[in-house]
């Protein structure tokens, strides 16, 4: 069994009243509100939302304030499943520019992967996970008790299988689904998964058949990719200046080429010790070796599926000495020899 956890604990409750979400989420909902016959600018004057956040993309919303409005916005309504209508508002950019790079990821699971990582540019709490057991494929997430709502995050849940299907085709769908809501007896959550559903869970969850999560996917670009992640990794710098770890990543992807990333050059970029930067990954589970090897790992993958590019280039963007070394590497991840995983 293999899993993935990003920001697994739960914060201290010192933390809860500044957790944010990312301010395009405001969009998602005032959109949903307006497509169910709701007055939105009221909805997010009552939850004490600025609407001038719906013009700025990059700014943030206190969470417990999107929970207000979320529950307000079902509540007037009277529809308890009204996250789900957020499916059919669904845009490009409402991950930030980690939705573009998700969708020219190389297969679903590099975009969840990406998504693990890069989580808190949606939601600073962040708690989900990715597992593979199996013929499984799940993919968790579960709202915060008392600081997220139960609705806004189906409302995620929808959006996130919508992204899932602009990549995989409009018929694709899960295995399952687990839901921490109890029962609800208006069929919606099954017509819309298009798989049984399964609530009172302890968690949310979409299983999927691992076959398709490596399919590779259609609309897979590698330089696209690359760059929506960067610009994901200089937001996540520029917002949430303590996310050690990706502010190592963001360093890390810009000075592989050059061949000159060893740990004490990271540090000095990032204007601490070494020994500092040591700690503070180990504080986030995370070793200065096992960063960089999954830096180099995805961006193989994704480099590999571009045709243009040949081994030798993949192999300096990758800031090998060698292709030979590459070559051990890649095996090492994949299984295969870079060349027979580009024939397959």
């Known amino acids: 069994m293999h899993s993935e956890i990003a920001n697994s604990t739960i914060p201290s409750d010192s933390d809860f009243s500044q957790a944010t979400l990312l301010a395009s989420w405001v969009q998602v909902l005032y959109r949903t509100a307006e497509l169910r016959g709701l007055e939105p600018n009221e909805l997010l004057q009552s939850a004490g939302i600025n609407v001038k956040q719906l013009y700025n993309g990059e700014s943030r919303v206190l969470a417990h304030k999107m929970k207000v409005a979320w529950e307000l916005a079902a509540q007037q309504v009277g529809d308890s499943a009204f996250g789900l209508s957020a499916a059919q508002v669904a845009f490009p950019t409402m991950f930030h520019s980690l939705g573009v790079a998700m969708n020219a990821s190389h297969s679903l699971a590099e975009a ?114 690359a760059k929506s992640e960067a610009l994901t990794q200089n937001y996540l710098v520029r917002t949430i200046r303590d996310d050690v770890v990706n502010k190592a990543h963001a360093v890390l992807l810009r000075l592989l080429p050059g061949k000159n990333f060893s740990i004490d050059r990271v540090a000095e970029e990032l204007y601490m010790s070494t020994r500092t930067l040591q700690r503070k990954l180990s504080e986030s589970g995370v070793s200065y070796d096992s960063l960089l090897d999954g830096i180099r790992r995805e961006r193989a993958l994704e480099c590999i599926s571009d045709r243009h590019l040949s081994l030798q280039e993949i192999s300096h963007i990758l800031g090998f000495s060698d292709s030979s070394n590459f070559g051990r590497a890649f095996k090492r991840w994949s299984g295969v020899s870079p060349g027979d995983y580009r024939k397959q």
């Not at 494929?137 to 997220?148: D, I, L, N, Q, R």
């Not at 959006?159 to 295995?175: M, V």
């Open 112 to 225: 969840f992967k990406k998504f693990i990582r890069l989580r808190q540019v949606v939601d600073t709490l962040a708690v989900n996970s990715v597992e593979e057991s199996g013929q499984y494929y799940k993919f968790s997430w579960t709202p915060v008790s008392g600081v997220e709502s139960v609705i806004g995050g189906e409302a995620f849940g929808a959006c996130l299988l919508t992204l899932c299907r602009w990549s995989c085709g409009i018929g694709f769908a899960p295995l399952k689904v687990t839901l921490i809501r109890e029962m609800d007896l208006t069929k919606r959550y099954p017509a819309f998964f298009r798989a049984p559903v399964e609530f009172g869970c302890h968690e949310n969850a979409l299983y999927f058949d691992r076959n398709d999560i490596h399919r590779p996917l259609p609309t897979a670009n590698s330089q696209l990719a």
